[in-house]
């Protein structure tokens, strides 16, 4: 045998050249049949017990799901056992049809039949391995071989339908799978199936499931399209049978398999929630049906409460999501890196200024509420923020809105605090770093009273006179001034005391609630003796005496930052 590379044979693409697909889009959703409980379940190291199954039938009803396969009930007695509890327990819906499968084998299909009776509406999914490499190495037998196997199974299964539905009434339908599908020369794939609808007198009035299992991925998504719509061409009496996709992921790509599958004109999708299944797994059903819902489209599936269906995954199966996996990792509506967190905020802000009809928001192309994610964790920070990320934690967990202009600073405080953590850190550090800069700064100046009285001069203009106790030099000193207004009286005070080498630039100010106090907090941006802009906060119930904190406070940043000593 070659070594490495060497020894593997690429995928022989479809010939066909005038292929329609790539100027297709997916327009509405198809048929969703979950195998969660068959294909899925027997992926896992501890199968689901009977209640675990129960409750993920329940849950995967909930979602919306209308065809459930439910086992393989010839295979085992605990197959057998869920599929009876179901139908002796009247679980099942009357708008939802469970499938089993078995193998195109006589005893099978007739144990089968067994273990249904009872039920309403039921899918009598048969399979055999048609593929190329199973007839050579498992089977040893040519393609006739295995359309006789085929033909067989659907006689006996017709026979045994047309006497069941006479005796109980039953909606039985017909699936077929040409297992390995992806496998087989695709006219041979054809042929078996054109034979099988023939047996099972499938008419356009009473359409057969042709499952077309990409059982094993072994070309690009577009290869799979191409074998799609080769078969749909090529099918005689296409209008007699509902073509559905029934992907792996081997190569990774099983969402796009699909997709691009639908677009060469499947008219049904079997799958799993997150992708579970042997080897890769599965086409990830949720995934296909959420990249639907983002493009406007109505999936027919209900994922709202994304936590709970994913909870109900992990309990049952014992397997986890992952934190980037597509719609419900915990980490794909975060944001650590500082142009992203700049880029969300500025979204949000603009859709909430402009009262937007559409979602648009960059990098994040679903609403999390959408899938019942809370807005909280979208940015988090860490070492890679920036000050985008700030500012939104702090309006978003605390409801203070920082001046463009700050934003800077305050993001350059946090990003200095997680470089020295080392880590992420969290909203109530960010909050208490803020407390730290800007709130609770008392050196050099601390105002530790004061009082603002309003008179009119002799020319009728209000004149505002401030008189404080302002702590300073470890001593306190009482200060007086006069001006138009508080801020210009506080200025006037300090130039008192030998502060004039700090200049007003602007003002900006909105309540903050904390619980049910609210207050005014006002954002002070100074020109400091260097020439530089510095910010300081005041908080307070009077707004007046909140912008005088914010002086003090912008002063003391720039005393502090440049060790002054006063």
């Known amino acids: 045998m070659k070594q ?32 969660d409980l068959r294909d899925g379940n027997q992926a896992l190291v501890n199968p689901m017990n009977l209640d675990e199954k129960l409750l993920f039938f329940k849950t995967l009803v909930d979602i919306g799901f209308k065809e459930i396969e439910v086992g393989f009930p010839s295979a085992s007695e605990t197959e057998y056992e869920i599929l009876r509890a179901l139908i002796d327990r009247n679980l099942i819906p009357d708008d939802v049809t469970i499938q089993v499968l078995v193998q195109a084998r006589e005893h099978l299909i007739r144990k089968t039949f067994e273990a249904i009776r009872g039920a309403k509406n039921v899918i009598i999914h048969f399979y055999n391995s048609t593929s190329t490499l199973q007839r050579k190495v498992v089977f040893r037998t040519d393609m006739q071989g295995v359309v006789d196997i085929a033909v067989e199974g659907a006689r006996l299964i017709r026979q045994l339908t047309e006497a069941e539905v006479a005796k109980s009434g039953a909606n039985i339908r017909y699936e077929y799978s040409p297992e390995s599908f992806s496998g087989t020369e695709m006219d041979n794939a054809v042929l078996i199936c054109q034979r099988v609808l023939e047996e099972l007198g499938a008419t356009p009035e009473k359409k057969v499931i042709l499952n077309l299992p990409n059982t094993v991925e072994m070309s690009t998504p577009n290869t799979h399209a191409d074998q799609i719509e080769y078969f749909c061409r090529h099918l005689k009496g296409r209008d007699s049978a509902i073509i559905s996709l029934h992907p792996h992921n081997d190569r990774g790509t099983a969402t796009a398999a699909t997709e691009l599958g639908l677009m060469a004109g499947a008219d049904r999708v079997e799958g799993t929630l997150f992708g579970n299944g042997e080897r890769t797994g599965n086409a990830d059903i949720m995934n296909v049906a959420m990249n639907m819902y983002s493009q406007g489209i109505d999936p027919k599936l209900d994922f709202s409460n994304m936590k709970k269906i994913r909870e109900v995954y992990e309990s049952c199966t014992e397997m986890k999501v992952g934190e980037r996996h597509p719609y419900a990792g915990e980490l794909v509506f975060t944001a650590f890196s500082g142009s992203h967190q700049d880029a969300i905020k500025k979204g949000l802000d603009y859709s909430k200024e402009h009262d937007s009809e559409y979602w648009e928001i960059p990098y994040l192309p679903l609403d999390p509420a959408d899938v019942g994610r809370d807005y909280e964790p979208i940015i988090r920070i860490n070492s890679q923020s920036g000050k985008g990320g700030a500012a939104f934690i702090m309006q978003q967990n605390f409801g203070y809105q920082l001046p463009k202009g700050m934003q800077p600073e305050f993001g350059a405080t946090v990003k200095a605090a997680c470089d020295a953590a080392g880590r992420e850190i969290q909203p109530d550090e960010i909050f208490a770093l803020f407390e730290k800069e800007y709130l609770l700064l008392r050196k050099p100046y601390h105002l530790k009273s004061y009082k603002l009285n309003e008179e009119n001069d002799v020319d009728a203009h209000t004149v505002v006179h401030f008189e404080g106790n302002l702590r300073f030099h470890h001593e306190d000193h009482t200060i007086q001034g006069n001006g138009n207004g508080p801020i210009d009286a506080f200025f006037n005070a300090l130039r008192t005391i030998g502060v004039t080498d700090y200049q007003f630039n602007s003002y900006q100010e909105h309540a903050v609630s904390l619980g049910a106090d609210s207050k005014a907090i006002s954002y002070i941006q100074l020109s400091a003796p260097d020439g530089s802009a510095v910010y300081g906060v005041g908080l307070d119930h009077n707004i007046s005496l909140a912008s005088i904190k914010g002086i003090i406070c912008a002063i003391n940043r720039w005393e502090n930052q440049h060790q002054a000593s006063i």
């Open 4 to 35: 490495g590379f060497e020894k593997y044979q690429p995928f022989q693409p479809v010939n066909l050249p005038d292929r329609k697909w790539p100027n297709h889009v997916i327009e509405k959703a198809p048929i969703w049949c979950s195998v």
